[in-house]
């Protein structure tokens, strides 16, 4: 049975990833219009989407294969890609974290903002980096957007807030 109402993609795409997957939903969403539209124009039946999540960090669709063609497929890839690399509540450009024992895609507003949710003064993400990496924030630990020396190798977001 598919998770994704064709004709309600959004809401589907919503209860599968969660509503404050804000940066993946319209990805996916947009790749699964794609998907329906070129169904509809082949007068085939869409593929039955059976589960789209998160895991590791990355986003997962699972589908059925039977009803797709090599553009639908490639569709589906691309999104998953483009996911890959943008952050999973915002969809900012970012890199896989580690924030205790969860890895997800989170640009570093994204990270704070869950750390200051949770109660976390300061916030210590990616504890497994070495700490010369030179893209990991003296501060905080996330890692991927820095600003360099005359901020003290901090991500925007520990200089926004003087951390």
């Not at 209860?15 to 993946?24: F, I, R």
């Not at 869409?46 to 699972?62: D, S």
């Amino acid at each position: 049975m598919s998770v994704i109402d064709w004709d309600d993609i959004h809401n589907g795409v919503v209860s599968e990833l969660g509503k404050e997957c804000q940066g993946w939903i319209r990805i996916v969403e947009e790749a699964l219009e794609r998907v329906k539209k070129r169904a509809v124009e082949q007068k085939r039946p869409a593929p039955e989407v059976h589960q789209i999540k998160q895991k590791f960090g990355e986003l997962r669709i699972y589908y059925s294969r039977a009803n797709t063609d090599g553009y639908q497929d490639s569709d589906i890839v691309a999104a998953i890609t483009e996911a890959n690399r943008c952050c999973q509540w915002c969809g900012n450009s970012c890199r896989t974290q580690i924030i205790d024992a969860w890895i997800v895609n989170m640009c570093c507003w994204c990270m704070h903002r869950m750390a200051d949710n949770t109660g976390k003064s300061k916030p210590k993400f990616n504890t497994q980096h070495l700490p010369d990496d030179p893209l990991r924030c003296q501060s905080c630990g996330y890692v991927g957007q820095i600003a360099w020396k005359a901020t003290g190798h901090r991500c925007p977001c520990c200089v926004s807030k003087g951390l």
